[in-house]
């Protein structure tokens, strides 16, 4: 589609920039002489249906909930509900004044996400309908906006699932749900602005790497005299080097253009790598004369990343890829997560499970998660929405524009290693994804492309084969780059509260998969389905509305098969020994057959506890025998061959002769321990910050009851609300909810009391932050 067509109805193609760098990180200016960039998330007016009147700016919305996005536009159980609680039409309504500094500058609303349509007025002038949920985009307020007075942005918003929008049209396996569920800003910048950056590092392998800074401009009116644009590299504060380029006169630009800003050779750069993900900030100033009209930045790393006939190759050497998928969706909230719990997901999946890459299924994601990605070094396959169907040509050309609006919003980030441009596990349509590469190689040659496919007859139009393979044995690689994006998932779905012989073959069929991937160079590596149980709609899943695919719950709380992935890093970085069961004599047919247990030690000694006494009943080394190719197999322990009393078990890991771990579980079969665990300890008192509580019952040795279904009775005091079920239910012993800050300072105590293991309290300090300057 022309990118003039989307300009016509004020959602071009430039909303990518908008929000590509950290503008909706400010509650004020972003101190730029030439732009001020202010947060427009509080102070929200909702009403879950569309009034008569309710976009003018004299109607009267006192009756509205005072709301601040992210923000769900209905708060639902985490489980057994229908999609179509949340498939209405909304109004979101905000009031502002701009800064006396605003006047003679151009006036712009940047919205980051809002599902799925979004019509926007300006003081009761329409300004057009975006359609499309996860990507951003932005209208031009200028010629109606009231630079003296008073202003009203009313937001008609349309959560159903319109067949005219991707991902919808036909049956989709995840839930969109509804809301402003993004950050929103006023950006206000002079006529000739810096649109976006693209910071592309080159020959980073050589010793000293160079870098181009591609720079686009944009003329909203003539301008007569020639600029300067210069960009600074920073690491820190250090100055690192300084380049400028000349901008000529220019008339008014319909797009904007780009201007290539190049370093020469640069020393001492330190590569960004998964151990050590080195950032480094691009600033980027437009200049007439000495004076600056514009000033912008972004971050940016330097790495060589590359898909190779023997495999992926970072920085020159040879990375086995091993990831899970993940969808953004959270319980009770949908995708109405702030910035602090989606970069939560991110340190999940790297520091807790030691993935080292991750696919954003089924949809571009949160760019607050994509920053933690580049600073955890995770690895990312970033993909356009859709879900097997293929609409008409209109429906094409939206998506289309979302490989644009993600490329340009994401380009800069070092941890994107892959455009995912086809729609997941579609049939083959030539002529679409012809465009869809077509238009991810034309905006970005430093990366390569990639479409998940289900059958390895698919015509190959983009880079890299990806391909969802749920068989076994795997196919065997039928392209020279090559990587499997799905494995596992639907067809063994495993809940926490599943027998032991369910959890060991859901954890052998992931550690099988990835033994295999091991075993020939071609496989680039691959990422199961998935990271966290997700909700789906009736046609899916376990009939509760939730799919129990994940290798963790939907909680973000670990299943045995979560601990082979997390078991597989180097022991320098972690040492891990996990059991995939639960120690109980009989928890499968008969009586417990195999220990499964996955660590990255080198041999384990287990010991049963009888008459107060440890007895040695067992050693075992990893099981090379089912998987001969990974470096660290999981251990197979037979039980069968032991005629045991029954009692605690401990397991002692040992690396090269030495004890270096020790895990104990409780043979008594009672529930013995009730905790509660915060994530984060302080909050910015901005409305929306939060974070996650876990309940957990365990043994006295802390291992989880999977069983324990207890109703948790929750009292919250302070400055917060409470985002999850009161009581709440434990599921397979655990469970959690979230505390969300008010906008006051304060502490927050949450106190949950267990039926018979009493109660336990958790503090939150929520911080004050400045208010937001419209």
């Known amino acids: 589609m022309d990118r003039r067509d989307f300009m016509k109805t004020g959602s071009a193609l430039l909303a990518g920039a908008a929000v590509g760098g950290k503008v909706f990180a400010q509650n004020q ?24 009147g309710g976009h003018e700016p004299g109607f009267d919305d006192s009756a509205f909930d005072r709301v601040v996005v992210p923000h769900t536009n209905i708060m639902l159980p985490f489980h057994g509900f229908d999609n179509k609680d949340y498939e209405f039409v909304s109004l979101y309504r905000r009031k502002f004044r701009l800064p006396a500094e605003a006047r003679g500058k151009h006036v712009f609303v940047d919205f980051e996400g809002a599902m799925t349509a979004s019509t926007v007025w300006i003081n009761g002038k329409r300004l057009g309908e975006y359609k499309g949920g996860y990507t951003p985009f932005f209208f031009d307020l200028t010629p109606h906006v009231n630079f003296d007075g008073d202003n009203v942005l009313a937001v ?50 050589g010793g000293s790497p160079t870098l181009d ?166 690895l990312v396959l970033e993909e356009i929405p859709g879900w097997q169907h293929i609409g008409d040509l209109a429906w094409q050309d939206i998506s289309v524009d979302n490989v644009s609006r993600m490329v340009r919003r994401d380009w800069n980030h070092p941890s994107i290693v892959l455009w995912g441009v086809r729609i ?51 196919k065997p690689p039928n392209h020279p780059r090559y990587l499997n994006t799905e494995f596992v998932g639907h067809t063994y779905p495993v809940k926490t509260i599943d027998d032991d012989e369910r ?16 075993s020939d160079a071609q496989y680039a590596g691959g990422i199961g389905w998935c990271a966290f149980d997700y909700n789906t709609h009736h046609d899916f899943g376990a009939g509760d509305r939730i799919c129990y695919h994940g290798v963790t719950d939907i909680f973000r709380e670990p299943k045995p098969a979560a601990g082979f992935y997390k078991s597989q890093c180097d022991p320098e ?36 506890k009888n008459d107060n006494e440890w007895k040695l009943f067992d050693e075992a080394d990893p099981d090379r025998k089912q998987f001969d190719h990974l470096r660290y197999a999981p251990f197979s322990v037979d039980l069968t061959k032991h005629d045991l009393k029954f009692g605690d078990l401990r397991i002692d890991g040992y690396i090269n002769g030495k004890q270096v771990i020790s895990r104990s579980y409780s043979g008594l079969g009672v529930d013995q321990k009730f905790s509660i665990r915060a994530d984060d300890h302080e909050l910015d008192a901005d409305g929306a910050d939060a974070t996650r509580v876990v309940l957990r019952v365990t043994d006295e040795f802390d291992a989880i009851r999977p069983y324990a279904n207890d109703p948790i009775v929750l009292t919250l005091e302070g400055p917060a609300d409470l985002i999850g079920d009161n009581p709440f239910g434990l599921v397979g012993g655990t469970g959690a909810v979230w505390i969300r800050a008010k906008e006051e300072a304060g502490t927050v105590r949450l106190t949950a009391k267990h039926p018979r293991l009493g109660s336990q309290t958790v503090e939150v300090v929520t911080r004050q932050v400045s208010a937001e300057v419209v």
């Open 29 to 52: 200016s972003s101190g730029s002489a030439g732009r001020m960039v202010l947060a427009m998330n509080r102070g929200w007016r909702y009403s879950p249906k569309v009034v008569e």
């Open 156 to 205: 008609e918003l349309d959560s159903t699932e319109r067949a005219d929008i991707p991902p919808f049209g036909y049956q989709i396996d995840y839930l969109t749900f509804g809301g402003i569920y993004r950050e929103v800003a006023l950006r206000i910048v002079p006529s000739s602005f810096i649109e976006n950056i693209f910071a592309q590092p080159k020959d980073v392998l």
């Open 213 to 378: 800074v591609q720079c686009f401009v944009q003329h909203l009116e003539a301008s007569h005299d020639p600029l300067t644009l210069e960009a600074t590299l920073l690491d820190g504060e250090k100055v690192i080097g300084k380049a400028t380029q000349k901008v000529p006169a220019s008339g008014v630009t319909a797009e904007p253009v780009g201007h290539v800003v190049s370093f020469g050779k640069l020393q001492g750069i330190q590569l960004w790598d998964l151990a050590t993900p080195k950032l480094y900030t691009v600033k980027v100033r437009l200049l007439r004369g000495d004076h600056v009209v514009d000033e912008d930045e972004r971050r940016t790393g330097f790495r060589h990343a590359e898909f190779t006939d023997h495999g992926f190759e970072l920085n020159g050497r040879i990375v086995k890829l091993r990831g899970l998928d993940r969808h953004q969706t959270f319980p009770f909230v949908g995708q109405a997560m702030p910035a602090r719990v989606q970069r939560r997901d991110a340190y999940i999946l790297r520091k807790v499970m030691h993935c080292n890459l991750m696919r954003t299924s089924h949809y571009p994601q949160s760019r607050h998660f994509l920053d933690a990605c580049d600073e955890y070094g995770l």
């Open 424 to 474: 997941n596990e579609s049939r083959d349509n030539h002529d679409f994804y012809t465009r869809t590469n077509a238009m991810a190689r034309k905006l970005d040659p430093t990366r390569q492309t990639g479409g998940i496919r289900y059958f390895q007859e698919s015509e190959f139009l983009e880079d890299v084969f990806t391909m969802n393979d749920f068989g076994w044995p795997l």
């Open 503 to 518: 959890h060991r073959e859901h954890t052998i069929r992931h550690a099988r998969v990835h033994n295999q991937l091991a």
């Open 573 to 608: 970085e972690e040492i891990v020994l996990e059991p995939a069961f639960h120690w109980a004599s009989s928890d499968e047919a008969i009586r417990f057959t195999v220990a499964m247990i996955c660590s990255n030690c080198d041999h384990l000694k287990l010991y049963v």
